[in-house]
């Protein structure tokens, strides 16, 4: 079973880059980010025919997240729990069904933070204990767990092409580091850094100062896996070569393989 995460960077301006995608990689699910579309506005149709259903938390202009699949999605959550005033789309969680039992799917867009000397890093930092506490609550329920998305952090400094540039960004402060730690203390398992401990394995490059042909990347789209998925790991891979293709998103696909 393939289940892939990419940030579209707008679904607008790159749905035939995202059907081409699926087409050529054919994951069984999908979880989009930065769709940038209200639920009512999406193409869900273009995917419906491409074989997947849909279920979308939209947007207007911002944020948004989306999860594609071959399989019905059933229990869906369109918010991520602990702040009833949080109006962001950044949150979307389902359940697929397997031949060997159901799989929980959590689809993230983590706030990015910057500046950190505005109200936006605080509100990272608690989106980020808000989504610890929801991961705990289901590694309770023992079913294999994939939480995948754009988390905006860069856990360490291989995960950077020049670490010492990010020092001042929300995105490497330690604070957003410890925070991602806490994740992976709970008891999941980065499912690239597990299957490829190589430096430079990126999978976001800006559109300003000639990051891409320069490789002057950094990884920040993650797939985080419960121990009972995490059992089933049997490849993990990053789809580098999408940042080449016509109007690229400046995220690229990331995916693994379960065996189920």
């Known amino acids: 079973m393939k289940i892939a995460t990419w940030n579209i960077n707008g679904i607008k301006a790159r749905l035939e880059t995202t059907l081409t995608w699926l087409k050529e990689a054919t994951p069984d699910v999908a979880c989009l980010q930065e769709i940038k579309s209200v639920d009512e506005n999406f193409p869900r149709e273009a995917f419906e025919d491409a074989g997947y259903n849909v279920v979308t938390h939209g ?4 944020n948004g997240v989306a999860i594609l699949s071959k399989a019905p999605l059933e229990n869906v959550s369109r918010r991520l729990p602990g702040d009833d005033d949080d109006e962001q789309a950044r949150y979307i969680e389902s359940t697929i069904s397997t031949d060997t039992g159901a799989m929980c799917i959590a689809c993230l867009y983590l706030p990015n933070g910057n500046p950190i000397d505005t109200p ?7 989106w980020m204990r808000r989504l610890e506490n929801r991961v705990r609550d289901l ?4 079913m294999p767990l994939v939480v995948a998305g754009d988390y905006n952090v860069i856990p360490m400094p291989e995960d950077a092409k020049h670490p010492d540039a990010w020092t001042s960004d929300a995105l490497y402060q ?13 008891g ?3 499912a690239i850094r597990a299957t490829q401990p190589a430096p430079e394995t990126f999978t976001f490059w800006d559109y ?15 797939l ?15 789809d580098k070569e999408t940042r080449d293709w016509e109007k690229p998103s400046d995220h690229v696909p990331v995916w693994i393989e379960l065996a189920v």
């Not at 947007?59 to 911002?62: A, D, S, T, V």
């Open 188 to 190: 999941l398992t980065d």
């Open 120 to 126: 936006k890093f605080p509100y990272k930092l608690a």
């Open 208 to 222: 300003q100062a000639g990051a891409w042909p320069k490789n002057n990347g950094i990884r920040i789209d993650h």
């Open 174 to 186: 330690p604070e957003s580091r410890a925070a991602f730690r806490r994740l992976i203390n709970l």
């Open 139 to 142: 590694l309770a329920e023992e």
């Open 59 to 62: 947007q207007k202009g911002f």
């Open 224 to 238: 985080l896996l419960s121990p009972q998925a995490a059992d089933r790991l049997e490849a993990a891979g990053i």
